[in-house]
């Protein structure tokens, strides 16, 4: 973990543009669901970002009720960084020479299409299966935390604060 407070999520894409700033709009929706606001961070971040979110995927995730129009991609300037994640979340950009498996991080490659330029249709299709696989990761971190117990953590920080967002 992260620290005794947090579990950090990365979701990182070439542009952060599309993919990765769609999941992390849906991971913090996910997170204020499950009140998990003082207990997990989520960072986005890509490779060789854009100027701007993608129009196609404003449009679509304001017809699911989020608002991504004023967002910024960023650059992830450092790999080194990322070793300080819990989950690692890349979309379209394999970072092979950042080995998560060496730090301990949990890393996921969502092979995802890039909705850059995509018809509307297709936009859709990715918002949604991003939508499922952030939903997903949710549930792998719940199911974590059952399997976790609290004295595992000897700081009682993160694991034991989860617990109690989740009232287990």
């Known amino acids: 973990m992260t620290s005794a407070d947090t579990i950090r999520l990365d979701f990182i894409c070439v542009h952060n543009a ?4 769609m999941a992390a709009a849906f991971a913090e929706r996910e997170r204020a669901e ?8 989520i960072h986005s971040g890509g490779t ?12 679509a995730m304001a017809e699911v009720g989020i608002d991504v129009a004023d967002r ?5 300037a450092d790999l080194e960084n990322l070793k300080h994640t819990d989950y690692l979340v890349t979309m379209g950009c394999p970072i092979r020479k950042f080995n998560p498996a060496q730090y301990g991080v949990q890393s996921h490659e ?16 990715v918002r949604d299966e991003i939508e499922r696989r952030v939903e997903t990761l949710f549930d792998e971190l719940d199911r974590r935390v059952e399997e976790e117990p609290a004295s595992t ?3 009682g920080g993160v694991v034991t604060s989860i617990r109690d967002a989740l009232s287990f």
């Open 48 to 59: 060789d970002p854009a100027e701007a979110v993608h129009e196609e995927v404003v449009d």
């Open 110 to 125: 969502w092979d995802l299409a890039n909705p850059d330029g995509q018809d509307t249709q297709t936009v859709r299709e």
């Open 153 to 155: 953590d000897s700081s």
């Open 18 to 21: 599309g993919r990765s700033q």
């Open 72 to 76: 910024t991609p960023r650059y992830v």
């Open 34 to 41: 499950r009140g998990l606001e003082d207990v997990v961070e």
